[in-house]
C-alpha cells in the first residue's frame, strides 16, 4: 500500500534553514508528481511546492519563490524541500502527497519558525 513518511521538521530562528524528507513506498515513484503543503493552526491546507515524475519540472507558491526548493531522488524514492530564510509565518504541519487514483498524505512534520 502506498506509504509516505515525512521527517526533518524541528524549531528553528528565523532566517534559518531546514531539509524536509518524504520517504514513499508502494507504488512506482518516478511517474508520479509530488507535492508539499502545509496547514498552520487555524488555517487551510495550502500547497506549498509541486515536482513532476519527468525532467524535474517545479511549482511554487509565490511566498515561498526563491526560498524553498523541491527536489526528488527516484532511486532512494524521496522527495525532499530545502527551506531557506525561513520566517515566522512559515510556521505549519507539513506534508508531502501524491495522487495515485486517489490522494495519499504522510503524517505530516511539524516546522517551527521562532526566536
Known amino acids: 500500500q502506498v506509504q509516505l513518511v515525512e521527517s526533518g521538521g524541528g524549531l528553528v530562528q528565523p532566517g534559518g534553514s531546514l531539509r524536509l524528507s518524504c520517504a514513499a513506498s508502494g507504488f512506482t515513484f518516478s511517474v508520479y508528481a509530488m507535492n508539499w503543503y502545509r496547514q498552520a493552526p487555524g488555517k487551510e491546507r495550502e500547497l506549498v511546492a509541486t515536482?513532476?515524475?519527468?525532467?524535474?519540472?517545479?511549482n511554487y507558491a509565490d511566498s515561498v519563490k526563491g526560498r524553498f526548493t523541491i527536489s526528488r531522488d527516484n532511486a532512494k524514492k524521496t522527495v525532499y524541500l530545502q527551506m531557506n530564510s525561513l520566517k515566522p509565518e512559515d510556521t505549519a504541519v507539513y506534508y508531502c502527497?501524491?495522487?495515485?487514483?486517489?490522494?495519499?498524505w504522510g503524517q505530516g512534520t511539524q516546522v517551527t519558525v521562532s526566536s
Open positions: 515536482i513532476i515524475s519527468a525532467g524535474g519540472s517545479t
Open positions: 502527497n501524491v495522487r495515485k487514483i486517489r490522494l495519499y
